[in-house]
């Protein structure tokens, strides 16, 4: 079952715009994790934002976390080509192992 | 410190063998989970080991099986291959699951011909 439905499934923009993706989740969470996946790759992860946090920032991204919401959104600002990827968030839920769970996740295609 | 290494990068069997897929973790990371993707379902977590115990296990068969070493390395191992089974298997390791950063190794493409 995935924990998060992501919005918007996919995404094309242009070079040097920004881009949004938003992550929605079910249950509670202790934190929440945004990973990328270049096309059949493995995921590198982005950044974790605590559930006690509102916004965090890490070089070009933006995280931000609504816990009444229970949404999260990703903005990338200036986008570049090589950010063309998959983008997942992903959190434990009510899991205190290593059980993580995505979201289906959002294409993101930057044109040069 | 080097990455998640996995192997082998690429697998081609028939149905009805069987396939072993092999993960290093991150050095001083004794959580190992593994994840299974495709298309059609997306991300799916298969099982989760620590310190050597499975602690954790997602909705598949009795055939997806997995194990884990006193170095933390962790295998999977399954059974019968059937076509569906042709996916991206990914393997993740953290300091002690949640509510850790898990980091993702490249992953093992099988095709099931």
């Known amino acids: 079952s995935q924990q998060g439905e992501e919005d918007p499934q996919a995404l094309s923009i242009q070079e040097g715009e920004n881009a949004t993706m938003n992550c929605s989740y079910k249950?509670?969470?202790?934190?929440l994790q945004w990973y990328r996946q270049n096309s059949g790759r493995g995921l590198v992860h982005l950044i974790l934002?605590?559930?006690?946090?509102r916004e965090k920032h890490s070089g070009r991204l933006r995280v931000t976390l609504d816990t009444s919401k229970k949404s999260s959104s990703l903005l990338i600002t200036a986008s570049r080509a090589a950010d063309t990827a998959s983008y997942f968030c992903a959190s434990y839920g009510s899991s205190n192992t290593g059980k993580l769970i995505f979201g289906q996740g959002t294409t993101l295609q930057v044109k040069p | 410190k080097a990455g998640v290494t996995q192997t082998p990068r690429y697998l081609i069997k028939t149905r009805g063998q069987q396939v072993t897929l092999s993960c290093s973790p991150i050095?001083?990371?004794?959580?190992v989970s593994w994840y299974q993707q495709t298309p059609g379902q997306g991300l799916q977590f298969l099982f989760e080991y620590f310190s050597e115990t499975q602690r954790n296990k997602g909705n598949f068969p009795g055939r997806f099986s997995g194990r884990q070493f006193s170095n933390s390395r962790s295998e999977m191992n399954v059974s019968t291959l059937e076509l569906g089974d042709s996916a991206l298997y990914l393997c993740?390791?953290?300091?002690?699951?949640?509510?850790?950063?898990?980091?993702f190794g490249p992953g093992t493409r099988l095709t099931v011909l």
């Open positions: 934002i605590r559930s006690n946090e």
């Open positions: 249950t509670s969470i202790n934190n």
């Open positions: 050095s001083g990371h004794r959580s």
């Open positions: 993740a390791s953290s300091l002690q699951g949640a509510p850790n950063e898990q980091f």
